[in-house]
């Protein structure tokens, strides 16, 4: 069925996820949606997501929303090569999983930069992103 990632589309580091991910999931199980975008918002606005909360990678799969390390995790899960192999991680418990993941995200800007916009995608992957 396929799952939808909803990311910072002006962050530079939440874009080269993206685009990782991309790469690694050879079946095309993930679209993709800038929270930023009208699509982002319509989605936020029915999954109950507080942007002002959750402002990085968020997974929405199954009608289920996944945030901080264990959507990122379920997002490994899926992909091709070692990334799988992250998903381990989620035996750790949640609230130390979630601690780093957020210490990192409050930093991403400072540590990667921002764009001014969203990144507009490839022709080749546009099909991927809602």
């Not at 996820?17 to 929270?35: M, Q, W």
Request: net charge positive; proline share 3%.
């Amino acid at each position: 069925m396929g799952a939808i990632v909803l990311f910072d589309g002006v962050c530079n580091f939440c874009n080269g996820a993206v685009n990782s991910v991309i790469e690694h999931d050879k079946a095309g199980y993930f679209k993709f949606a800038a929270l930023q975008s009208e699509i982002g918002k319509e989605l936020s606005a029915r999954y109950g997501i507080d942007q002002s909360e959750t402002d990085s990678i968020i997974l929405v799969e199954d009608e289920k929303v996944y945030t901080y390390s264990t959507g990122a995790l379920r997002v490994a899960k899926h992909l091709n090569g070692v990334w799988a192999w992250t998903y381990a991680f989620i035996i750790i418990p949640r609230p130390i999983r979630d601690l780093f993941y957020k210490l990192f995200a409050r930093n991403r800007y400072r540590l990667f930069g921002k764009q001014d916009a969203c990144m507009m995608p490839t022709p080749e992957i546009r099909a991927r992103f809602l």
